[in-house]
């Protein structure tokens, strides 16, 4: 029957998680802890995916359900509670549903009891578009549990997302025709008033004894029943006779049901008088005072619902209400635990690929990783056979499994004892313990929970990885990884034993919805994949870049360190740099010192400069560029700066707070910002401590001399494998800050009076082969009464537009002044002699100036979010004091910004700018790479036309040429058959015969299991194809 409304009521809500599916939760959580202690750009990238990933997640389950839709297309009038009552519905959905989805029933709204449910596994072929939206009717056994009349069902419609994580419910109220449950009839039977009968006799048909007195006889006539035979009268007269009435002495019974009665003994009692063939009826106390006949046995079940129906609305609310609260034990929401060999396969190669790169990141030995991987795959292959055949693991590798996990864990209990064991476990035995225990759970995977908790697992070890690897290789890791595990999570919800391919599949209708509907769903995965690409974009576009660990820890020190000789003295690597191929390394300088580099010694030579190279020499985990500094020098001669003789002071790690230094100023309400820089050494570096401008505090596992010239120095060389975090105290110095504090050298003197213990004199200090023509150029080039910000800028201005920049640089005579040289002979330098000229012409004009050594940010790696300092990054450039900021760096050559003029940017960003950088980059291979994909795909169609062709056979070439005279209907369409598209043909070509017997020869070939090929035969089709093909073309 129909019914009355088709949806009345509808809810829509989160049903609940697929087993295993919190883990994913949990390992998000703990990768958000990872992100706090590492302050990784590269974790942030795998949260946002993640959290994107379960976004949706979320969204896929809501997109499957949100328009569905129930209607109970048919339902009988009479249904007995316990027995199987026969429903058929008809499902509407805006796309087909997966098949996890279910669709259950109940007759109340708050679902206290499931009375049918229908499971859509293997009827993926029966799903019908109707032109809107997928519609699949289906028949099911419902089961009423309780008495009474139903005028509504309630169904349930819960499906997950495409990854299966995450359930939807959609609830729908269906108003139906009453559907009468009686309960199973029972006795005894119930008090009855029995009395003679009020008709003159009841027909012979009437169930029940007939012997005694008759009203009278006749004949036998046709269809007469067996019962209605008076034997005797028959033995008598030869020939049947019959009943015609019996007497009137037959009984009626009475039933006056009381409202405390049973309507199971009500039903028993209504029946057992009809199957004693009595005239029945039931007092109800109907206002007309007039008993109801009950004819037949439907009729007593009938009015036992009825009455059932009254006692269930005439009860206390009070018992309804408590009766309404016990419910049925809500059914698992995922009922299929198999797990797919995709789904395990490729859950194995994340692992695989998630260990490679955390024991990269730990600079482990080639054949750590082959074990570790022979180890995922050894526990694939026993955890997926177990799987397939249902049996138990043996008792010995569950014990064993079970031991070796909790040994790992009571191994990382036992080393993170407080938060420094913690931190020395995050670089020490955690991630072996972590990497062990992903193998030994490979073994425990054998359903779709244990599979998720592996998936999360991995989630983990990869989120890891990313907060210790910083080398340029992280985002290739990260994308093959990210593949892999997204394979993963969505095949696990695939079927173990998908269903076999059936004969019908040929067909050539079918198997154009197939394709059809294949192209759909790549089309979705693609739309899928972009709008999550989107997203993820947009939420990383409001995601800052980290300002770095939260807990400044993970100090370490490489095995190849050496003490550095003088106790706060300069020292070397053991393995000093090869001189390059300089043609006159007398005249260029030594490179005994790091990447070639002068300046990381106790004197600085302006004549002469390293071949530098451009290996990496170590990588700096910072949100904002700055320069790295290693040195400050203050004694010039007019050739060779050189550093101060004062060692400074030594001070134990691994936290070493790092006082104030001569010049250093505490902005006076300009606002300071902390910037965290992690150093990772790349190569054998001296024991000069990198920070940028002004460190307060480093994280060393060593000792560390602070020196008052704002130098740091350690007492070992830096190795090859070195890490130390350093804190630094920016004032967030902007050019109107700079330029507020006017003329410095014309407020020195009253300034340097008012506070005596500000001795900068060294700073000021010109040497003795200063030219006149120097000193009159930085007189010529200031303004009398602008700002000393906007004089150190017209002093770059004219060195950028009369000199050049020039690593090749002649070298100056012997005794002859550098910044002369530079300025009016060669007009040609390199660094060292720009920022030489620069202080000797600041310091003329009574502004206190001092140069400085070390690196410029080098090249930012957005995805590990580390600057990529290489050898040729070595520099030096001038800081100059101002009284309310301290000292500021300034650099004719490199581009530096600012603190003030710097923010953090965001993630986003980051990635953005790394691709537009990338693009542009590589526009012509990129280019190139299109045009061989397009050349490529042309080329490939002909041998997929001739495959596809070899495959299907020749009748299957003529079925596609068949269809194709029909383009215009759509695919699931019903003339979308080869009659449909025979009657379709016989009304546009005027031909009555052709299509007719082309289609019937195609389907005879398709599913007529006696169909033999002949040649014949085919080319009679195949002719009459051709000419339908001519027809159409006119």
């Not at 050898?871 to 600012?898: I, Y």
């Amino acid at each position: 029957m129909m019914s009355e409304e088709r949806v009345a009521r509808a809810k829509l809500r989160p049903a609940g998680l697929s087993p295993g599916a919190a883990s994913f939760i949990g390992a998000w959580v703990v990768g958000l802890a990872i992100a706090r202690l590492t302050g990784a750009t590269a974790v942030i990238l795998l949260l946002v995916a993640g959290l994107v990933g379960i976004g949706c997640a979320l969204l896929g389950g809501w997109l499957n359900v949100r328009c569905a839709s129930v209607t109970v297309l048919n339902a009988p009038d009479a249904a007995t509670v316990g027995s199987a009552t026969r429903l058929t519905i008809e499902l509407h959905a805006a796309d087909r549903l997966p098949d996890d989805a279910r669709v259950q029933f109940s007759t109340t709204e708050r679902f206290d009891t499931a009375v049918a449910e229908v499971d859509l596994v293997d009827r993926d072929n029966m799903w019908a578009d109707d032109g809107h939206n997928p519609t699949l009717r289906i028949g099911t056994d419902a089961r009423f549990e309780q008495a009474g009349i139903i005028r509504q069902l309630t169904a349930r419609v819960e499906s997950p997302g495409p990854a299966g994580l995450i359930w939807w419910r959609r609830t729908i109220t269906i108003p139906i025709q009453p559907i009468h449950v009686a309960p199973p009839a029972c006795g005894p039977v119930l008090p009855i008033e029995s009395r003679a009968s009020r008709r003159d006799g009841s027909a012979t048909s009437e169930r029940g004894s007939h012997a005694g007195e008759i009203d009278g006889i006749r004949a036998w006539r046709e269809g007469d029943p067996g019962e209605g035979i008076h034997w005797p009268s028959t033995l008598r007269a030869g020939s049947l006779i019959v009943h015609d009435r019996v007497a009137a002495s037959d009984t009626t019974w009475l039933v006056p049901y009381e409202g405390h009665d049973q309507p199971a003994q009500l039903r028993w009692t209504l029946g057992e008088g009809l199957r004693q063939g009595h005239d029945v009826l039931l007092d109800i106390g109907s206002p007309s005072n007039e008993p109801i006949p009950v004819t037949s046995e439907v009729a007593a079940a009938y009015w036992s619902a009825e009455l059932a129906e009254r006692i269930k609305q005439n009860s206390n609310p009070a018992t309804r209400k408590r009766r309404s609260r016990t419910r049925q034990r809500a059914a698992k929401l995922e009922q299929t635990a198999s797990i797919d060999g995709s789904a395990r396969v490729s859950a194995t190669v994340a692992a695989i690929l998630a260990l490679a790169m955390l024991l990269g990141a730990l600079s482990a030995v080639a054949l750590s990783a082959l074990l570790a991987a022979l180890g995922l795959v050894l526990g694939a292959a026993v955890s997926l056979h177990f799987a397939r055949s249902g049996g138990e693991r043996p008792l010995p590798l569950r014990i064993g499994v079970g031991l070796a996990a909790v040994g790992a864990l009571a191994g990382i209990a036992a080393k993170a004892d407080g938060v420094e064991g913690l931190l020395a476990a995050l670089r020490g035995p955690m991630p072996n313990l972590l990497m062990l225990l992903v193998v030994l759970h490979g073994f425990e995977v054998t359903d779709r929970r244990t599979l998720r908790v592996h998936q999360a697992m991995i989630f983990v070890v990869a989120v890891y990885a990313a907060g210790l690897r910083i080398d340029g290789d992280l985002g290739w890791w990260m994308t093959a990884w990210g593949i892999a595990f997204a394979v993963s999570i969505m095949s696990t919800t695939r079927r173990s034993n998908p269903r076999p391919a059936s004969f019908r599949a040929t067909r050539e209708p079918v198997a154009v919805r197939r394709a059809g509907r294949r192209r759909a769903s790549v089309l979705r995965a693609t739309g899928w994949i972009v709008t999550a690409g989107i997203v993820a974009l947009a939420v990383l576009s409001v995601v800052p870049i980290p300002d770095g660990p939260a807990r400044l820890g993970l100090p370490a020190l490489a095995s190849n360190e050496h003490p550095a000789g003088t106790p706060g003295g300069l020292g070397g690597p053991a393995d000093p740099t090869t001189p390059g191929n300089d043609p006159d390394p007398a005249e260029r300088g030594a490179v005994g010192e790091a990447g070639g580099y002068r300046g990381f010694t106790e004197t600085l030579d302006t004549s002469l400069r390293g071949d530098l190279g451009d290996d990496v020499v170590m990588r700096v985990r910072s949100p904002e560029p700055a320069f790295w500094r290693a040195q400050t020098f203050a004694d010039f001669d007019g050739r060779t700066w050189r550093v101060s003789p004062d060692i400074g002071v030594p001070h134990g790690g691994p936290t070493i707070d790092v006082p104030p230094t001569l010049g250093d100023a505490t902005g006076g309400g300009i606002e300071a910002k902390e910037l965290v820089q992690t150093y990772f050494i790349e190569t054998d570096l001296p024991n000069v401590v990198f920070a940028a401008y002004r460190p307060t505090r480093v994280i060393f596992d060593g000792n560390v001399w602070t020196r008052p010239d704002g130098a740091l120095r350690s007492d070992i060389t830096l190795g090859k494998g070195s890490a130390y975090t350093v804190v630094s105290s920016r004032l967030q110095v902007t050019p109107k800050i700079l330029r507020s504090q006017g003329d410095i050298g014309a407020v020195f003197d009253d300034f340097a009076r008012n506070d005596s213990t500000i001795d900068l004199e060294p700073f000021l200090r010109l040497p003795d082969s200063t030219t006149e023509r120097t000193l009159e150029l930085a007189a010529n080039l200031r303004t009398p009464g602008e700002s000393t910000y906007d004089t150190i800028l017209a002093y770059q201005a004219w060195l950028a537009a009369n000199t050049e920049y020039d690593l090749d640089a002649p070298v100056p005579a012997p005794g002859a002044d550098a910044v002369d040289d530079y300025l009016f002979e060669s007009r040609r330098g390199f660094c060292e002699q720009i920022a030489s000229t620069l202080a000797v012409m600041l310091r003329s004009q009574g502004v206190p100036t001092r140069l400085a050594s070390g690196y410029i940010p080098g090249e930012r790696d957005r995805v590990s979010g580390v600057w990529k300092v290489r050898a040729s990054d070595a520099h030096s450039w001038v800081e100059v004091w101002f009284p309310q900021t301290g000292w500021e760096a300034f650099d004719p050559t490199a581009q530096v910004p600012l603190a003030g003029d710097t923010s953090n940017g965001t993630v986003g960003g980051d990635l953005v700018g790394a691709a537009v950088s990338s693009i542009r980059s590589h526009a012509v291979e990129l280019s190139l790479l299109g045009i061989m994909a397009l050349v490529g795909w042309a080329g490939i169609q002909p041998f997929r036309r001739a495959l596809r062709n070899r495959r299907r056979g020749r009748w299957g070439v003529l079925q596609d040429r068949f269809s194709a005279l029909t383009p215009d209907l759509s695919a699931g369409a019903p003339l979308q058959t080869n009659p449909g598209i025979a009657r379709r043909l016989e009304e546009e070509l005027d031909d009555e015969v052709g299509p007719t017997t082309v289609a019937e020869a195609l389907d005879r070939a398709a599913f007529d299991a006696r169909w033999t090929d002949n040649d014949d035969a085919f080319e009679q089709i195949r002719n009459a194809v051709s000419t339908l093909e001519r027809k159409a073309r006119k």
